[in-house]
């Protein structure tokens, strides 16, 4: 595993910092707005979790999720990083905003 060496990213640019592709594909990155992300495949969806910005530690926690996204793999070639990749960026795109209960 190689990691990018650090940048700065505008505001509407995107970075994978590490992708494994293959049925049990996953990996992680950056967006340009400070957040980061991490990326894998679940019973044959993508599913993308954009974490909050500045985190604490290395492993983020389930409060530091602020948005998802999950789609089907229909037409991605799991073995090929740009299939991949495009697909990952598409889904940090459309990431939703999780609800938070009010404590």
Same mark, same amino acid.
């Given at each position: 595993?190689?990691?990018?060496?650090?940048?700065?990213?505008?505001?509407? =640019?995107?970075?994978?910092?590490?992708? @494994?592709? %293959?049925?049990?594909?996953?990996?992680?990155?950056?967006?340009?707005?400070? *957040?980061?992300?991490?990326?894998?495949?679940? *019973? =044959?969806?993508?599913?993308?979790?954009?974490?909050?910005?500045?985190?604490? %530690?290395?492993?983020?926690?389930?409060?530091?999720?602020?948005?998802?996204?999950?789609?089907?793999? @229909?037409?991605?070639?799991?073995?090929?990083? *740009?299939?991949?990749?495009?697909?990952?960026?598409?889904?940090?795109?459309?990431?939703?905003?999780?609800? *938070?209960?009010?404590?």
């Amino acid at each position: 595993m190689t990691l990018a060496a650090d940048r700065e990213l505008g505001a509407g =640019q995107f970075v994978l910092e590490d992708i @494994t592709t %293959g049925v049990h594909a996953s990996g992680f990155g950056q967006v340009g707005d400070g *957040r980061s992300f991490s990326f894998q495949v679940e *019973r =044959q969806q993508l599913r993308v979790e954009v974490y909050r910005p500045r985190l604490t %530690g290395p492993v983020p926690l389930d409060e530091d999720v602020v948005a998802v996204s999950s789609r089907k793999l @229909t037409d991605v070639d799991l073995t090929d990083r *740009r299939s991949l990749a495009a697909a990952v960026r598409d889904a940090v795109a459309d990431a939703q905003p999780v609800a *938070r209960a009010s404590r």
